[in-house]
């Protein structure tokens, strides 16, 4: 069965800082990654995604995200965190065996201090 | 238009109200989905739509009954609901069952009292 997992429940960075979030999957065909973000009381929007082709994803708002096979990883990062960064961030994973389903992680919480 | 639109926004019901939650998308999407989210949780699948067949149900109790009249609508019918139904139900659509193009709708913030 195809599962997430966010290891960083809740990550605290000073603004201007860098960002990584880590997201870990387990899934036996090729996946395919997504990252949302989410403000308090708003929807899901997606950041980034991946299917195929450079591993390296460029997102929208300076996000990035690498997929890295051999470690079963997609990370997020962002080289200078804005105060409007904070949020909780999903990593989500699918595949086109799995009828649609987009299986999330537990999300991270991320603060941004002055 | 490249929108997934749900209404209501928000909706208070009672445990014994009957209330309808309303997706649309006009992308020409086959797959249509229902999530449940509650708070400080991811969200969860409930349903798929596939072609306007049901495809999937997450073992979603029968107080929960979906329904896609046409390839760009899908309601989801609430019957005597109870607190803890409370959450953000969100609605998305793709191509097909290939996750492309997955776009989410906003949500729509039930509330049971």
């Known amino acids: 069965a195809q599962s997430v997992t966010q290891p960083d429940i809740h990550i605290t960075v000073s603004e201007g800082a860098s960002l990584e979030l880590r997201c870990n999957y387990s899934y036996g065909a090729t996946p395919y990654l997504f990252w949302y973000v989410q403000s308090p009381g708003q929807g899901l929007q997606l950041l980034l995604k991946?299917?195929?082709?450079?591993?390296l994803v460029q997102g929208i708002k300076g996000f990035e995200a690498e997929f890295k096979r051999s470690q079963s990883s997609f990370n997020l990062r962002k080289p200078s965190v804005h105060w409007s960064d904070a949020a909780e961030y999903f990593c989500?994973?699918?595949?086109?065996?799995?009828?649609?389903?987009?299986?999330f992680g537990a999300g991270t919480q991320v603060v941004v201090t002055p | 238009d490249t929108e997934v639109t749900q209404t209501p926004k928000h909706l208070v019901m009672g445990m014994t109200n009957k209330k309808s939650l309303k997706c649309e998308q006009h992308?020409?999407?086959?797959?249509m989905y229902w999530y449940k989210q509650k708070a400080k949780k991811p969200p969860e699948l409930m349903f798929v739509y596939s072609y306007e067949k049901l495809s999937i149900n997450e073992s979603v109790p029968s107080r929960f009954s979906p329904e896609c009249p046409n390839s760009s609508l899908l309601n989801l019918h609430l019957h005597a609901l109870q607190p803890e139904d409370s959450a953000l139900y969100l609605c998305a659509s793709s191509q097909n069952r290939d996750l492309y193009g997955y776009t989410f709708g906003s949500g729509t913030r039930l509330t049971v009292v």
């Open positions: 989500a994973v699918g595949a086109t065996d799995s009828w649609g389903k987009l299986q």
């Open positions: 992308m020409g999407h086959r797959a």
């Open positions: 991946y299917f195929s082709g450079d591993t």
